[in-house]
């Protein structure tokens, strides 16, 4: 079965500090996609980033970061520098198989605190 | 490119009574889907659409949900009649085509629905 665990129910942090989100997943695939997303307060679940099981280079995008390693199953994310706006619900998800329409598996989300 | 579209933002109703929400997808976005989210989870989906048929509708409520797609563009989500457990987010997404595995589902706004 798959399955996206996200540990960590709440992170608080003081702006300008380092933070990490993780996240594990389970597949039977040997191709598949991950995913971020991002839910600030007003709602709208926002793409971040998509990453396919052959690609394990890390990503960098400004302080976004991730980090894939396929030999523990986690494509973990890290934000430098916080900042107050990054406060929101982050989700990590992964792609089904074809068997499940390529439906997207849902972590239960990790809820980040920036404190200025 | 214009976002997925979604109204109302926002809808009080009591139960029992009848709401309906209108999504319009991304143009040229073949694949629709309906989410719902309980606070405090991960989004869960209703239902996906290709153009007009129905991809997975398994986990809608069928006695009184209801969707549909009817010129493969926008869409209407309706619930008849309302109960108190159904006060959540309730998010459009789309994607260009399912069917390609690894295809990134962009969101809407949302409605945010409080049945009384």
């Known amino acids: 079965a798959q399955k996206v665990t996200q540990a960590q129910t709440e992170i608080s942090v003081v702006e300008k500090e380092d933070v990490t989100l993780d996240c594990v997943y389970e597949?039977?695939?040997?191709?598949?996609?991950l995913f971020w997303y991002k839910q600030p307060p007003s709602g709208e679940l926002v793409f971040l980033i998509r990453?396919?099981?052959?690609d394990e280079q890390n990503e960098i995008s400004g302080r976004y970061s991730w980090n894939f390693q396929k030999s523990t199953s986690s494509f973990n994310f890290t934000i430098t520098a916080s900042q107050v706006v990054d406060s929101a619900v982050y989700f990590c998800a992964l792609t089904g198989s074809m068997d499940s329409n390529y439906q997207l598996i849902w972590g239960a989300g990790t809820k980040l605190i920036i404190k200025p | 490119e214009a976002g997925v579209a979604q109204s109302p933002r926002y809808k009080i109703i009591e139960k029992r009574q009848s709401v309906a929400f209108w999504c319009n997808p991304i143009?040229?976005?073949?694949?629709l889907y309906w989410y719902q989210q309980i606070l405090g989870q991960g989004p869960k989906l209703l239902i996906q659409?290709?153009?007009?048929?129905?991809?997975?509708d398994s986990q809608l409520p069928k006695d009184r949900f209801s969707a549909e797609r009817l010129k493969g563009v926008d869409s209407t989500l309706k619930i008849q009649p309302a109960k108190l457990e159904d006060s959540a987010v309730y998010l459009c997404a789309s994607s260009h085509n399912w069917q390609a595995a690894g295809e990134t589902q962009y969101f809407g706004p949302g409605t945010r629905l409080l049945v009384l």
């Open positions: 143009s040229g976005h073949a694949t």
């Open positions: 990453r396919n099981s052959f």
């Open positions: 597949t039977r695939d040997t191709t598949y996609y």
């Open positions: 659409f290709q153009n007009n048929g129905v991809v997975d």
